[in-house]
């Protein structure tokens, strides 16, 4: 796994979409329940990610449809030192 990943979220217009691309990008199984609980129980068990996450056009998604993921990700970021979620315009 590398020690870093960027996540284009240019395009994204719901959380369905989102969820769609995390899949693909984090290499999620493909009965991941596309919803953030499942998010939660992936990265913390089933597939390893990254130390760094970097989310560019993170402003693309509305506030609402982004904001799942940074809840997930900052509880993430409590339970493994060093990762790091980054968040750029």
Known sequence: MPASQTIDLAGVS????????LKRELGLPDFYGMNWAALWDAITGLVEIPGELRFVHSSAPAP????GL???LARYAELRPGFVARYEA
Do not use: T
């Open 64 to 67: 609402e449809v982004g904001a």
């Open 70 to 72: 940074r809840r997930v």
């Open 14 to 21: 719901s959380e369905r979409d989102l969820h769609a691309l």
